[in-house]
């Protein structure tokens, strides 16, 4: 499976300011991805680190497809996965700069059909402190997606998936990770835009930023040049390829597609609210205190904290993604793996970034 794996470990266009590591930390880099690849047996792995003033690597190793054995490329698109979700409320913030909605809106103002719609705000859905149930819980909609991978879904029906189950808790006594609630918030955004959100995110985040490798799939394919991804998030639990499998059951919650040079740019321009005010980041990173929720490890405006990085990971079937910024080093470590395939409880992209973080950052290693 990792035959034909190459390894380039240096800066690509998106860096050219930030030199290599010195070899010793090139070396220690290379070993933890070869410890990880022999874990997890993931196809491949694309990975950028950049700490200016210290080195950058960029890295590409495995196999992009296993059934040809095509190498792995740092160019290639990825399925991104949750990660979609630091855009989707990035616009939202946005919105909220503009006057055209308030973060303390009620959902029951863009929804009536939402249950208890009048107590659940905006905020709520972006912070996860609604109460909604996660329509991806739902095991007969899972099996529905796994028999027919090439459905297409439309957002009101996921969200029906999660409003016909009771709450999890009254709305803002609570926490629990979500997906219906950044499905909700992308109708709503549609609704006062008046524009698809695919438009919103081109006009509002893709077109300033120059993210001209990020988009909104309309279909199941990935634009060119792309990474296979494997699951095992399959009917039976075997493996299969999911590349092809269409995304639109995560719509706003997971459906965008990126690749390793914008997600860099991307993961410090929404950590440092390059888009928006700063009284509207100050919003974004405030952290919710219900558990699970630590003081190491926490969940803002649709951001993660961890252990001092500021970032979201990712996952769709087939495809694993991490994209994080370390304020207090500039530093930033992008992951991108065409596999979801777990090893015992760990994830492969938190599993890799914890190894790189104890060679770069140990004072900052996430749990």
């Known amino acids: 499976m990792l035959s034909g794996a190459i390894t380039i470990a240096g800066c690509t266009s998106a860096s050219p300011q930030v030199p290599t590591f010195p070899a010793q930390t090139r070396a220690a880099l290379d070993s933890a991805v070869t410890q990880w690849l022999t874990t997890f047996k993931a196809p491949g792995v694309v990975a950028g680190i950049w700490i200016p003033g210290r080195g950058s690597y960029v890295i590409a190793r495995g196999v992009s497809d296993i059934a040809t054995g095509a190498p792995m490329s740092s160019d290639l698109h990825f399925r991104i996965g949750s990660i979609t979700k630091t855009f989707t409320v990035t616009a939202l913030l946005q919105l909220a700069d503009e006057k055209k909605l308030a973060l303390d809106d009620p959902v029951s103002k863009y929804a009536s059909y939402i249950p208890n719609g009048r107590n659940i705000t905006l905020r709520m859905l972006a912070n996860m402190t609604s109460g909604l149930f996660n329509y991806t819980e739902d095991d007969a909609f899972v099996t529905d997606v796994f028999t027919h991978p090439g459905s297409v879904w439309t957002p009101r029906q996921l969200i029906d998936v999660g409003i016909a189950h009771p709450p999890n808790f009254a709305p803002g006594t609570g ?75 995560a719509y706003t919650a997971g459906q965008l597609v990126s690749n390793l040079d914008d997600l860099k740019v991307w993961a410090k321009s929404y950590t440092t609210g390059s888009l928006i005010s700063p009284a509207m980041q100050e919003q974004r990173l405030t952290w919710v205190t219900f558990p699970p929720n630590t003081t190491q490890k926490q969940y803002g405006l649709g951001i993660g904290y961890y252990n001092g990085w500021l970032g979201h990971t990712g996952e769709l079937p087939g495809y694993n993604s991490g994209a994080f910024y370390l304020p207090d080093q500039d530093a930033t470590v992008v992951i991108l793996v065409n596999s979801d395939i777990p090893a015992g409880t760990d994830n492969p992209v938190p599993a890799l970034w914890r190894a790189f973080a104890q060679i770069l950052t140990p004072g900052n290693v996430p749990g």
């Open 175 to 249: 926490f629990h990770y979500s997906n219906t609630n950044t499905v909700l918030l992308g109708t709503i955004m549609e609704q006062v835009t008046g524009m698809p959100i695919q438009a919103v995110f081109a006009e509002k985040i893709f077109g300033p930023l120059g993210l001209q490798n990020t988009s909104w799939p309309t279909g199941s394919t990935l634009p060119a040049p792309y990474a296979h991804g494997i699951t095992v998030q399959t009917l039976d639990g075997n493996q299969a390829d999911a590349t092809s499998r269409d995304p639109s059951s």
